[in-house]
């Protein structure tokens, strides 16, 4: 209800590290696209939609670990991707302001980040304001 889940240690370490190693090598092969332009701030920032067929033992990992609570939470076995991609932010990015994602208000979307460093509230972290995706605020 508050559209707010933390899975702590959705993905085990082993996974985390070939996730990592294969986006990195993946944003930079052919048919990568550079959308940094999409970015509220992109000093020090890089956005880099990844190809789906590129990329699928990192989406299969996702999926097994995510897909039963999807499954519940969206009371629907039917899960579409709608962005697959890699953030990457440099020291020295300037702070964010506080922003929506995804303009479309729909109860069938979810947006799931998966940090693939350890990330600090100092390092400004990601921030959610709960219960926003009811338009309540």
């Given at each position: 209800q508050q559209g707010?889940?933390?899975?702590?240690?959705?993905?085990?370490?082993?996974?985390?590290?070939?996730?990592?190693?294969?986006?990195l090598e993946r944003s930079t092969t052919h048919g990568a696209v550079d959308r940094s332009m999409n970015i509220r701030s992109p000093s020090n920032r890089q956005l880099t939609a990844l190809p789906v067929d590129?990329?699928?033992s990192a989406?299969?990992?996702?999926?097994?670990?995510l897909t039963p609570f999807l499954d519940e939470a969206l009371q629907d076995t039917?899960?579409?991707?709608l962005e697959h991609a890699a953030?990457?932010?440099?020291?020295?990015?300037?702070e964010q302001e506080f922003h929506r994602d995804d303009s479309v208000i729909d109860?069938?979307?979810v947006s799931v980040q998966i940090s693939l460093v350890d990330t600090m509230a100092e390092m400004g972290?990601?921030?959610?304001?709960p219960a926003t995706h009811r338009g309540e605020t």
């Open positions: 707010v889940v933390l899975f702590p240690s959705l993905l085990n370490d082993s996974i985390v590290r070939a996730l990592r190693g294969d986006i590129q990329n699928p989406l299969e990992a996702i999926a097994r670990h039917k899960h579409l991707l953030y990457r932010i440099a020291p020295g990015a300037a109860s069938r979307i972290a990601l921030e959610v304001q």
